[in-house]
């Protein structure tokens, strides 16, 4: 079963604008936690946000921040002020506690393409 | 910095063949990571180490193999290449903290297998 769900295979979006990214999750767990990555074209992942399942107030991270609205399990990502440089994919990923570590299970991805 | 290097971008390899993939983290980091990313289903963990030696299995493990035999090196093996594992593979590490949770990845390499 599918445990992170990003519905929004693309967007576009104007430069300076905001955007919303959806993300919802499905964990039975008491203590998780959520990030969100991007991955541009030349293909490595750059960490940009981190919410633990006890942090009480949204994480933020300059123009990133995380919308946690835990009793809907969703974490959506707020990028604020678009630049052309955010084109990307951007992930969803969540962390699951396995006996040696944590594993991180992610979304599909969304495409985003910022449009001058 | 942390760097994360993979040893190609690019590979192609033909079917049958015994596929070495390369990754190395010079953090000192205890736990490194092997990836699959695939158009529509993310990333999906093969394989996992949490000290040198040591490994486990992640949710696709089948026709991989790993071998950790220094804490800085991570290697992913096809035994017998095949061209559904043609896919991009990413490699990440990870310091084992309890306040820290952040995975860092290498630049990925893309393999295709014909």
């Given amino acids: 079963a599918q445990k992170i769900t990003q519905t929004q295979p ?13 993300c919802t999750y499905d964990t039975s767990d008491q203590s998780y936690g959520l990030f969100w990555y991007k991955q541009p074209s030349s293909g490595e992942m750059i960490f940009l946000i981190y919410q633990g399942s006890y942090d009480e107030q949204n994480a933020t991270e300059g123009r990133y921040s995380l919308n ?9 990502l707020v990028i604020s002020a678009s630049q052309l440089g955010d084109s990307a994919m951007y992930f969803c990923a969540m962390r699951e506690v396995r006996s040696n570590d944590y594993k991180l299970s992610f979304g599909a991805g969304t495409t985003v393409t910022v449009r001058a | 910095d942390v ?3 993979q040893s190609s971008r690019y590979l192609v390899k033909r079917t049958g063949e ?9 953090m000192d980091h205890e736990n490194m990571f092997w990836y699959r990313q695939d158009p529509g289903l993310g990333l999906r963990l093969i394989y996992f180490s949490y000290d040198v030696k040591m490994k486990e299995k992640g949710d696709i ?4 193999s790993v071998s950790r035999e220094k804490k800085e090196r991570f290697s992913l093996i096809l035994e017998s290449a095949s061209t559904n594992q043609t896919s991009m593979y990413l490699c990440a590490s990870r310091e084992r ?8 990845f290498g630049p990925g390499t893309r393999l295709t297998v014909t």
Avoid: H, W
Wanted: with cysteine; proline share 2%.
């Fill in chain 1, 10 to 22: 693309g967007m576009f979006v104007q430069e300076k604008e905001a955007v919303t990214l959806d």
């Fill in chain 1, 68 to 76: 946690f609205q835990k009793a809907r399990k969703s974490a959506n």
């Fill in chain 2, 3 to 5: 760097k994360v290097t």
């Fill in chain 2, 18 to 26: 015994k596929v070495f993939l390369e990754c190395v983290q010079d």
């Fill in chain 2, 61 to 64: 493990p089948e026709g991989y």
């Fill in chain 2, 97 to 104: 903290s309890e306040t820290s949770y952040e995975q860092y």
